[in-house]
């Protein structure tokens, strides 16, 4: 496999030719910037959808009466869906036609959306979070797709860069948009709100977006590979999620991981043997894009991971509404939101070696500083951590993907736009799950000890387990009728040994960002970069 191509043609019957050197199209259509506003509202819908339901998992797990790891399942659920159906979606996309796939993708999403919102069960609203993943899944590296196909070489990374800051911007407000919603209208809302945004933009793409296809689209869809995937990260994820009810010894957890195991094995063995492969292993002798994958995971491990504990932190430990929590979290938004494009600068200056490096250490020292926050933390600490939390995300979030699209062939740009984000929501599926197992784990041995100690009559087995599972969450298990000195002791218990667990999560969250830092050292800026396309008007 080359690393350097010439831009594909479009094959008959397509609607634009991707030469640079072709016509600008007239009018609205195909012209690069609304183009670009066009893809950020729906890639927007899916980034916020990430982080939004986190500041609403509180209210769904009361209202609808789910367990931990239901509520796991709510982002598990969306984030694998996603993880296991980006590279496919690329591949529809370069067969198809990005267009086309990014508007079934917006129509599909806000139909889940909705359809969330009106559920009653928890188990539905999991089913249609994952359907929400499927759909999602066909929006981003459509929009990659579409980016690459409408600006110039010279202007695709400056569109790359206000693209990623949309993500990072969305990814970040996600909880204080969430906040708003739970608290003055109700956790349907933050569903709800998905369907105007997605008839905005369904309008936008139809008038907006030209269609660009490669000569050389796939015809075939290798449906072995996607079976063999998709069954490895579920075995996987469900493994993670389970251990802590099972147990790190019990044969089910590792009947489960093995089979993972040999889930990726058999998948990359077929990979080498199918003509039409779901993912090109050629792409990884590129040792940066190797590199951009990793990162991007490790990223998302520290990120998303970290996040879903500090909602439950700030809610159910500080007593904060939705709204509140949400402000609390504001520093990481604006850090990111101001990072994003000043990343982007400095990735054009230096390449992305430095500001990534710099990016994950500075995460790696947030997530440390996360491990120290108790019960009595004000909230300027809070905001100093969070600030550092954003500021070092952004080169990350914004450099990635140049890192990993750049040096990837340009026919495989659809492949690489899924693959970039599926690192991104592998990371997070793998993020909540690893770091739910250290919290479970944490409070499951810490819990008895510090009950005992405060002088706390004795659980049954039973009792334990469900006080386990409330305080993995924050919650203080404080029955009807317990006696005000009591209620006092257990929240007391209850809250230092939520924070204990996580403390731990956030230490093995700062030690992922720790070897990110390496794996950023091995990035280099994208080697087919200069092989974009560019038609329109600038």
Request: proline letters at 5%.
């Amino acid at each position: 496999m080359t690393s350097q191509t010439t831009l594909d043609k479009t094959g008959p019957g397509d609607e634009a030719s991707a030469s640079p050197s072709g016509p600008a199209p007239a009018g609205l259509r195909g012209h690069p910037w609304f183009t670009l506003i066009t893809v950020a509202v729906g890639v927007m819908m899916v980034a916020l959808d990430g982080t939004i339901v986190a500041i609403a998992n509180p209210a769904i797990q009361k209202d609808l009466g789910a367990t931990f790891a239901q509520v796991q399942w709510i982002t598990n659920g969306y984030f694998l869906a996603l993880a296991v159906a980006l590279i496919t979606a690329g591949k529809l996309g370069d067969r198809f036609g990005h267009r086309q796939t990014f508007l079934i993708g917006v129509v599909g999403f806000a139909a889940a959306s909705g359809a969330i919102g009106l559920s009653s069960s928890i188990g539905a609203v999991v089913t249609f979070r994952v359907l929400q993943g499927l759909f999602g899944a066909l929006l981003m590296p459509a929009a990659l797709g579409l980016l690459r196909a409408t600006f110039p070489a010279e202007k695709l990374n400056m569109a790359i860069g206000i693209w990623g800051m949309v993500i990072g911007a969305s990814t970040a407000g996600g909880p204080i948009l969430g906040g708003v919603l739970v608290e003055h209208v109700n956790w349907q809302s933050v569903f709800f709100i998905n369907v105007p945004v997605g008839i905005i933009a369904l309008v936008l793409g139809a008038v907006i977006l030209l269609d660009h296809r490669a000569e050389n689209a796939p015809r075939s869809f290798d449906l072995l590979g996607i079976a063999l995937l998709s069954g490895a990260m579920f075995c996987l994820v469900w493994a993670l999620i389970k251990a802590p009810e099972w147990g790190w010894g019990d044969g089910r957890t590792w009947a489960f991981i093995g089979a993972s195991v040999l889930g990726f094995a058999l998948f990359a063995f077929w990979e080498t043997r199918v003509k039409e492969p779901l993912i090109p292993l050629g792409l990884f002798r590129s040792v940066a894009l190797s590199a951009g994958v990793v990162l991007m995971v490790l990223m998302a491990i520290a990120f998303l991971g970290g996040l879903f504990f500090v909602t439950f932190y700030l809610q159910n430990v500080h007593g904060m509404g939705p709204i509140d929590a949400g402000l609390h979290l504001l520093p990481l938004t604006g850090m990111m939101i101001v990072g994003s494009p000043l990343a982007g600068v400095m990735i054009t200056k230096l390449g992305p070696r430095v500001p990534l490096a710099g990016g994950m250490a500075a995460t790696a020292i947030a997530m440390y500083g996360m491990s120290t926050l108790d019960t009595g933390t004000g909230s300027a600490v809070m905001s100093l951590w969070f600030a550092l939390l954003g500021l070092g995300l952004a080169p990350v979030m914004v450099g990635a993907t140049e890192v990993i699209v750049g040096n990837a062939p340009l026919e495989l740009s659809g492949v690489a736009g899924g693959l970039q984000q599926a690192a991104m929501q592998i990371g997070g599926s793998l993020g909540t799950a690893v770091l739910g197992a250290v919290m479970a784990s944490k409070v499951d041995s810490d819990l008895a000890g510090n009950w005992k100690a405060a002088g706390l009559p004795a659980l049954t087995p039973a009792q334990q387990a469900q006080a386990s599972e409330a305080v993995q969450v924050g919650v203080p298990p404080i029955a009807k009728g317990t006696p005000e000195a009591i209620a006092a002791k257990i929240t007391d218990v209850a809250h230092d040994t939520f924070i204990s667990g996580m403390s731990l999560a956030s230490l093995v969250a700062a030690g992922v960002a720790a070897v990110a830092i390496f794996v950023a050292l091995l990035t280099k800026r994208g080697a087919n970069a200069e092989a974009g396309a560019g038609v329109g008007h600038i």
